[in-house]
């Protein structure tokens, strides 16, 4: 991925983020068709969809790692490639379910992407994440070494300590991809709650597998094998009864595991 000659100069990014007709494939594997959608600066998009959708290929695509084979993803109007990918990639911020920890203390693993951040952005930072109170309790608090890729710690500290970074680092776009899936219902809960602060001043994507995760965005997206299958609020999706109802329906207890929803969806 090379910038080209003639970048669009832009002083600052708001997040406004928009796939026109997007289509990708991974060499003979096509994994994204025809999809297209608008996410307007300030809103929060959940991404549900079964494993292989094309849900983590979408954010790719928004930060640029990939170039799509037709279409345009636009960033404030302006096409991705046409933005240089330090601009763009310093306008986003992500939080992986796979997380990468180095071998460097609690606080400078948060402070990776805002080095000269003040310790007190740091630990509000970490407090958001639900990570303060669990980092208190280390031998040397936010001075404890931790190893390479986090070992001493759970998988769940590993997750908040990563969201602690991201959420320091304060950009335009948020992408949380599956980020409390190691955590246990009620500290999701408690997280989701004081990331809602702060949605409000980020694009934020949110990728999960948890229905509790994305029901209060803006909008959904449910992709699958590609392509979007259903849009719209946790309440319009619940109506549809579709594969979001479905899993809604199996994760709440009101279908078993195995069940299906009404509606042709649901069915295939």
């Known amino acids: ?18 796939f026109r007709n997007v289509t990708f494939s991974y060499e003979e594997e096509k994994v994204m068709q025809n999809m297209s959608f608008l996410v307007k600066p300030g809103q929060t998009i959940g991404i549900v969809g079964p494993t292989g959708a094309g849900k983590s290929t979408l ?13 345009e993803v636009l960033i404030d109007g302006i096409n991705v490639r046409n933005i ?6 310093d306008s986003i911020t ?16 948060i402070a990776y992407g805002a080095p000269d951040a003040p310790m007190m ?8 994440a639900g990570a303060h109170d669990f980092i208190l309790k280390l031998s040397e608090a936010y001075d404890t070494i931790v190893g390479e890729r986090g070992v001493g710690l759970s998988g769940g500290q590993r997750q908040r300590v990563s969201l602690a970074r991201s959420l320091l680092k304060d950009a335009a776009v948020l992408i949380l991809d599956d980020i409390t899936s190691s955590v246990d219902v009620e500290t999701e809960q408690k997280i989701q709650q004081s990331l809602r602060s702060i ?12 229905i509790s995760s994305v029901k209060d965005c803006d909008n959904i997206i449910v992709l699958d094998k590609g392509v979007i299958v259903e849009q719209g609020s946790h309440a319009e999706l619940i109506a549809n009864n579709g594969y979001y109802y479905n899993i809604y329906a199996i994760q709440s207890g009101i279908l078993p595991v195995g069940g299906e929803a009404p509606g042709d969806y649901g069915k295939k």
Do not use: W
Not at 1 to 18: A, C, F, T
Not at 84 to 89: A, E, I
Not at 94 to 109: C, H, I, K, P
């Open 1 to 18: 991925i090379e910038d080209p000659e003639n970048l669009v100069s832009m002083d600052e990014i708001k997040g406004q983020v928009e």
């Open 59 to 71: 954010v790719n695509l928004i930060c640029r790692f990939y170039e799509c084979n037709t279409g």
């Open 84 to 89: 240089s990918k330090q601009k763009l990639r």
């Open 94 to 109: 992500m939080a992986m379910q796979d997380t990468f920890l180095f071998s460097d203390t609690v606080e400078g693993n």
């Open 121 to 128: 952005h740091i630990e509000s930072a970490a407090r958001t």
């Open 199 to 210: 949605y409000s001043d980020k694009t934020t994507f949110i990728i999960s597998h948890r």
